[in-house]
T-cell receptor, first 117, second 116 residues
């Protein structure tokens, strides 16, 4: 079974609109972490935001926020006021277990986001 | 800091050839890993290392070897290249940071490998 599912292969969004990228996950481990990475057309992987399973509040980093719904096992990335430079592939990834005992990440297939001017 | 560096950026091999993809990091990170990225799929872990002298297999290790003789370097060896190994290869490194509850992975720029 897929551990990380990103159901949107591609999305078109008008510039300045907010966009939500979906990510659902599957784990039986009570301790886990969820990461979002951005991959522009240049190919590098850029870390965006992190949410730990025990974090009480949803993570935010500038225009990025994470809509974490633990009971539904979803960790959707929200980008506010989208910009043309947000056009990229976006990947959701999960680490199971504690941070200092497991560095391995399980990755979703990604969502290609295109921002229209 | 150069971060994570990978060489070469591009490589074309013939079936059966061997080669080594180089990866180095200058952040003194304990953890290093190799991924491959194929179209329509997320990154898949090939091999990883939690420190010098320690390596382990990931999800797709067949056809690849690694070694970690120093903290800085983590080369990936293709023993006998096959067309199925055509992919983009990423090296990443990570380590715990004081005051931060997570350990994000830092990625190299990738190596695009084509096996004919």
């Amino acid at each position: 079974a897929q551990k990380i599912t990103q159901t949107q292969p591609g999305m078109f969004v008008q510039e300045k609109e907010a966009v939500t990228l979906d990510c659902t996950y599957d784990t039986s481990d009570p301790s886990y972490g969820l990461f979002w990475y951005k991959q522009p057309s240049s190919g590098e992987m850029i870390f965006l935001i992190y949410q730990g399973s025990y974090d009480q509040q949803n993570a935010t980093e500038g225009r990025y926020s994470l809509n974490f719904q633990k009971a539904r096992k979803s960790a959707n990335l929200v980008i506010s006021a989208s910009q043309l430079g947000d056009s990229a592939m976006y990947f959701c990834a999960m680490r199971e277990g504690y941070m200092d005992s497991n560095y391995q990440l399980i990755w979703g297939a990604g969502t290609k986001l295109i921002i229209k001017p | 800091n150069a971060g994570v560096t990978q060489t070469p950026k591009f490589q074309v091999l013939k079936t059966g050839q061997s080669m080594t993809l180089q990866c180095a990091q200058d952040m003194n990170h304990e953890y290093m890993s190799w991924y491959r990225q194929d179209p329509g799929m997320g990154l898949r872990l090939i091999h990883y290392s939690v420190g010098a002298g320690i390596t382990d297999q990931g999800e797709v290790p067949n056809g690849y070897n690694v070694s970690r003789s120093t903290t800085e370097d983590f080369p990936l060896r293709l023993l006998s290249a096959a067309p199925s190994q055509t992919s983009v290869y990423f090296c990443a490194s990570s380590s715990p940071r004081t005051g931060v509850s997570y350990n994000e992975q830092f990625f190299g720029p990738g190596t695009r490998l084509t096996v004919l």
